[in-house]
């Protein structure tokens, strides 16, 4: 995608997901998109999501960063068929007025005894977007 860093590989259903919020209460409309089947190392299908923040003159894909499940639950912990983003929703979970985002993970492997889930990620300060957070690319 042009303006977006990183290898592009067949069937990683790059914006499979989608989800359009204020998730840093700047009162511009953020895009998140789900990357369900992207590889992580060796790992396949394990899922990445990508957020793109927006601005008075629209998307800045300069902003753009991807995470995969490890940045929600153990770090460095990933697991191949679990298409971490295939499914997204941005709304107030916890009603305290700002938007949280909502991120599916959906275990495609007979050999993987993981459960499907749902994650939260709840608006607060640098919890969307982590100071530590080591990008991939």
Request: net charge negative; charged share 20%.
């Amino acid at each position: 995608t042009p303006g977006i860093a990183g290898l592009v590989e067949q069937g990683d259903e790059f914006g499979k997901a989608l989800a359009c919020g204020d998730l840093n209460s700047d009162n511009y409309a953020d895009l998140v998109i789900g990357i369900p089947n992207e590889d992580i190392g060796d790992l396949e299908n394990s899922g990445l999501v990508g957020i793109i923040y927006g601005s008075g003159s629209g998307l800045d894909l300069s902003t753009y960063y991807d995470f995969d499940m490890s940045y929600l639950d153990e770090p460095g912990v990933v697991y191949d068929h679990t298409r971490f983003g295939a499914a997204l929703t941005i709304g107030d979970v916890d009603l305290d007025g700002k938007n949280d985002l909502v991120i599916s993970s959906v275990v495609l492997s007979a050999t993987q005894q993981l459960p499907d889930s749902v994650m939260v990620l709840f608006q607060e300060p640098d919890l969307i977007r982590r100071h530590n957070f080591e990008q991939r690319y």
